[in-house]
């Protein structure tokens, strides 16, 4: 079975709500959302305090061409234009609303049936997925529609479709294959004809068997689309993993990026959205996110209006248990943790995971013992540990020269040492101090 | 909400290994090891080894806590232990008790804690130890206990070892190979040497262990025995009155026991899997030399000592493979 050839880590599953069906999350009374939910230019408010929207208008427009539409998850009416602090933790522009009734704008198409057939051309797909504000739904936000754009000079050779869900304890993904399998696989239909090419490749770690079985059953229906199952080994999610792993070709070091290889790579909750997007007038307003975490009563799948608190969410799923130490956004692998749990869910919040007290605590550093674990763990072929010592002592010139910009922060290194170092942290650290040094250098030039 | 929560960067799981438990790994891994020396030097084998852990372990606590004043206590970490059981395993089994501490005392002392401690070391500390002793006590680290005798440990007759009737045969004496003990014998550990160093088949045990466990990789054990083998063997084709044959290197002397336990240290050996190749062959290779061609009968120690010295230079120029510098399968 394939799967990725550098370094990776086995980390407990405890997918827990993995045989939850998705359930309709009710509306919230207010919905806050975030201009920035995405990588690149905060979106730009059309609207201001008083104004009336229903759900699926258009509230804010993307701030750039890297840069996403806002749409309202609810009808009701702008209570105010005003920060507030978000899966990131930092304080940000958002759009209030307060929530009346759930009027649907009329170009929706609220029916529940297939629409298989697509006649747009790839141009007229591409501006209805940045229209409807697509981003990457599996966490990195990357707004979809300048992936399906690729540079001058760069031609795409295949597209390749993320359902990994390599992060533990996460299903949103994995339910989303299970319930709604020919809606993806006509979204990535249409992504294949967004960049013009006649094959795509769904990658499923073999963890979910059902979610294999289930699109191998379907995909038989559309020509050009093969499910490639993979070994499960975490972070087959990450990007040039995936790439690697389903197609055999490694992405060299950035600033090269997955078209330079040929592939475009999107997930396949973005692919649902393409095809709500483009099938069915919808834009992205409302997502499944996971809510787990082993002291929680009922780990469950929600579709969650953007917006919505991330306090109700928990309530819906039993309530926070007394003994939580932590709550992340997202996976416990390259999640959030957040400071609050009032912030509310955007268009990259796939998972809410609850941690106990016990499971919370780092455990105390002790001196590396260099025994080069971190090394075979790295999925990029780098050393961590060097990295990490090297951005303690501000050697910039060093962990450059050593790759630094090549991590893709995956945590693999810091999951698997014995001494309980916290790589990552510095890292980051020096990850930051070296993009900055960089992009000084180059304004330069 | 009245509780606050713990914010830390990701990852926010850990997969559960710690230093204690790789430490103690390693100590299994040299439990049968410590039966057969039991069985075959008796009561000399169990003060030698008991003498040479807890007088590491004190001195391990008793400079960080006199010396370096530090607040933590390291000793609970395994590595003292460890270290200790090594030391003792690289001695005869009829070593005085004085010099056993002395060489403790060297081993963390000079060999560990001058350096900082755990993880801080370029040198195995037990070898430093080791060879601190073979050098200032040449007498009684090359008096050989005859195996066998359970109850003596000072008073135990000695014998020629293996190695050392190897090197008479390359002095001109014709008749020292034809004394060795059989292959056999050898490799269960019926010959004399060091404490733990004598039976191959307990040895390659806790090499399955530790490879099964995931406390080490193949790289080094192998890369050290296969080169051994090799060179050992094209000299023993070259001439078999003079050079003993490779399984005889194989299950002689420190050979087994430096190849899985001792260069597999893992703060002085080098970093990736490459490295640890070149390494490996390296240490075959010198103590062949050795055995072959110098002084000493035994080349181990030195070899291993030689290629940590080496290691920091290895590091630097064995990188791993960066994704991305192959763009085709």
């Known amino acids: 079975m394939k799967t990725f050839r550098i370094g990776g880590v086995h980390p407990s599953e405890n997918k827990l709500s993995a045989d939850k069906p998705i359930q309709i999350m009710e509306l919230p009374k207010q919905v806050v959302l975030p201009l920035s939910q995405h990588i690149g230019a905060p979106a730009v408010a059309l609207v201001k305090k008083g104004d009336v929207v229903k759900v699926g208008t258009k509230i804010a427009e993307a701030g750039g061409f890297v840069s996403a539409a806002i749409h309202s998850s609810v009808s009701g009416k702008v209570s105010k234009i005003d920060t507030v602090i978000d899966a990131s933790g930092y304080r940000k522009p958002a759009i209030f609303i307060d929530v009346e009734g759930d009027e649907w704008e009329e170009s929706i198409d609220r029916t529940p049936d297939l629409v298989k057939e697509c006649n747009l051309t790839p141009e007229e797909i591409v501006a209805k997925v940045k229209e409807a504000g697509i981003v990457g739904m599996g966490g990195a936000c990357f707004p979809a529609h300048v992936k399906l754009a690729p540079p001058p000079g760069a031609k795409a050779e295949c597209v390749i479709i993320n359902g990994v869900e390599c992060e533990p304890y996460l299903t949103a993904d994995h339910r989303l294959m299970l319930e709604k399998t020919e809606e993806i696989l006509v979204g990535v239909s249409i992504l294949m004809k967004a960049v013009k090419v006649n094959k795509a490749y769904i990658g499923i770690e073999n963890n979910k068997p059902d979610a294999i079985r289930k699109m191998q059953e379907k995909a038989v229906l559309y020509p050009g689309i093969e499910i490639v199952p993979l070994k499960v080994k975490y972070p087959q999610g990450g990007e040039k993993q995936l790439i690697d792993a389903v197609i055999g070709r490694q992405v060299p070091a950035p600033p090269a990026i997955p078209i330079n290889v040929g592939a475009v790579v999107q997930n396949v909750g973005t692919a649902y959205a393409v095809y709500e997007a483009v099938q069915k007038n919808k834009p992205l307003f409302e997502r499944v996110v996971t809510v787990t975490g082993k002291s929680l009563k009922n780990p469950s799948n929600f579709l969650t209006r953007m917006g919505t608190p991330m306090s109700m969410l928990i309530e819906a799923a039993g309530g926070l248990p007394e003994d939580t130490g932590k709550v992340i956004g997202g996976g416990p692998m390259m999640g959030k943790a957040l400071s609050t749990i009032e912030v509310p869910i955007a268009k990259g919040s796939s998972g809410v995971l609850i941690m106990n007290e016990k499971e919370a605590a780092r455990g105390e550093a002790q001196p590396c013992i260099r025994c080069a674990k971190c090394v075979s763990a790295c999925p990029m072929g780098l050393e961590p540990f060097l990295l990490a010592t090297a951005s303690s002592l501000s050697d910039w010139d060093k962990v450059e020269k050593e790759g630094i910009m090549s991590c893709i922060e995956c945590g693999s290194c810091q999951f698997t040492c014995p001494s309980h170092r916290p790589m990552l942290d510095f890292i980051r650290l020096g990850k930051g101090k070296v993009g900055a040094i960089i992009r000084a250098r180059n304004a330069k030039k | ?329």
């Not at chain 2, 560990?112 to 040449?138: E, Q, W, Y």
């Open chain 2, 1 to 329: 909400m009245s509780k606050s929560l713990i914010v830390s960067l990701s990852p926010h799981v850990h997969g559960g290994d710690s230093v204690q438990k790789n430490m103690y790994g390693v100590i299994i891994a040299l439990v049968p090891a410590l039966l057969v020396s039991f069985y075959m030097f008796g009561l000399g084998a169990l003060v030698v080894t008991l003498t040479s852990v807890i007088a590491c372990v004190f001195f391990e606590w008793a400079i960080a806590k006199f010396i370096l004043k530090s607040k933590r206590t390291t000793i609970l970490d395994g590595s003292a232990i460890l270290t200790g059981l090594l030391l003792g395993f690289n001695l005869p089994s009829n070593m005085p008790l004085w010099i056993i501490i002395i060489g403790a005392l060297v081993a963390i002392g000079v060999g560990k804690m001058t350096f900082g401690g755990l993880g801080c070391n370029p040198f195995n500390p037990a070898l430093v130890g080791r060879v601190f002793l073979l050098i200032s006590f040449p007498v009684q680290m090359t008096s050989w206990p005859v195996t066998g005798q359970h109850l003596s440990y000072l008073d135990a007759e000695t014998a020629a070892t293996p190695l050392a009737l190897m090197k008479s045969a390359i002095h001109g004496d014709a008749s020292a190979l034809s004394q060795l003990p059989d292959t056999l014998d050898l490799f269960l550990g019926m010959n004399p040497g060091c404490v733990g160093e004598i039976s191959a088949v307990a040895l390659l045990l806790g090499l399955v262990y530790m490879l099964w466990k995931k406390i080490i990789t193949w790289h080094i054990p192998v890369s050290i025995i296969v080169t051994v083998f090799v060179f050992a063997g094209i000299m023993h084709l070259v001439n078999p009155e003079v050079y003993a044959s490779p399984f005889t290197h194989l299950f002689t002397g420190g050979l087994m026991l430096g190849a899985i336990f001792m260069a597999t240290d893992y703060v002085t050996s080098p970093m990736t899997h490459k490295g640890m190749i070149i390494y490996g062959v390296a240490i075959g290779f010198l103590t062949v030399v050795i055995r072959l061609f110098g002084a000493y009968p035994e080349g181990m120690s030195f070899a291993i000592l030689i290629m940590n010295a080496f290691t920091p230079l290895i590091n630097t120029y064995c990188k791993p493979k960066r994704f991305g510098e192959v763009v085709k399968k």
